[in-house]
T-cell receptor, first 113, second 110 residues
Framework: DMKVTQMPRYLIKRMGENVLLECGQDMSHETMYWYRQDPGLGLQLIYISYDVDSNSEGDIPKGYRVSRKKREHFSLILDSAKTNQTSVYFC????????????FGAGTRLSVL | GQQVQQSPASLVLQEGENAELQCNFSSTATRLQWFYQHPGGRLVSLFYNPSGTKHTGRLTSTTVTNERRSSLHISSSQTTDSGTYFCAIDREGGSAKLIFGEGTKLTVSS
């Protein structure tokens, strides 16, 4: 069963705390993504990873960093979270081909107070 | 930069009516995809359709690349079609960094 799993699903943090969002996939996909979605907006790309230790900034990387030490795992880290990082975060994965269907996780709803 | 614009922003239908969602993009898309977001949040891919017409069930996607537009047609809508539909395009160079439109929120009532 093809699956992208995100943990945790809900998270409440205080401003200044560190945040770790985890994502896993069981499809051996090379490419993985982190997006955030805010009300009324589409998805904005934070980071993309083309494979282990091969990460590239997206459109809004400031305030975030990522880690990909295994192909099946991709982590999003917020060092010293800010209130404007309150959002829903989606992880996705795809094969690295010219016809890359994205598979999404269920999302992590993060509130930074 | 590359832009993706979707219309309408929202659409309300009675069950059984058809829906036509539009996506316009500002440059030649190397990959265009349509996604559906459940009211609960998960996104699923509907179509990878960089050009031409594709069908699945009651859904039809038509992309006219040289006119920089794509449409998603939903026939005989059902309440379970309610949710938000996004189109997304890849950037020039094929970086896989998809740009999403802001979505069309569809509500189908019985």
């Amino acid at each position: 069963d093809m699956k992208v799993t995100q943990m945790p699903r809900y998270l409440i943090k205080r401003m200044g705390e560190n945040v770790l969002l985890e994502c896993g996939q069981d499809m051996s996909h090379e490419t993985m993504y982190w997006y955030r979605q805010d009300p009324g907006l589409g998805l904005q790309l934070i980071y993309i990873s083309y494979d282990v230790d091969s990460n590239s900034e997206g459109d809004i990387p400031k305030g975030y960093r990522v880690s990909r030490k295994k192909r099946e795992h991709f982590s999003l880290i917020l060092d010293s979270a800010k209130t404007n990082q309150t959002s829903v975060y989606f992880c996705a994965s795809s094969l690295r081909t010219s016809q890359n269907t994205l598979y999404f996780g269920a999302g992590t709803r993060l509130s930074v107070l | 930069g590359q832009q993706v614009q979707q219309s309408p922003a929202s659409l309300v239908l009675q069950e059984g009516e058809n829906a036509e969602l539009q996506c316009n993009f500002s440059s030649t898309a190397t990959r265009l995809q349509w996604f559906y977001q459940h009211p609960g949040g998960r996104l699923v891919s509907l179509f990878y359709n960089p050009s031409g017409t594709k069908h699945t069930g009651r859904l039809t996607s038509t992309t006219v690349t040289n006119e920089r537009r794509s449409s998603l047609h939903i026939s005989s809508s059902q309440t379970t079609d309610s949710g938000t539909y996004f189109c997304a395009i890849d950037r020039e160079g094929g970086s896989a960094k998809l740009i999403f439109g802001e979505g069309t929120k569809l509500t189908v009532s019985s």
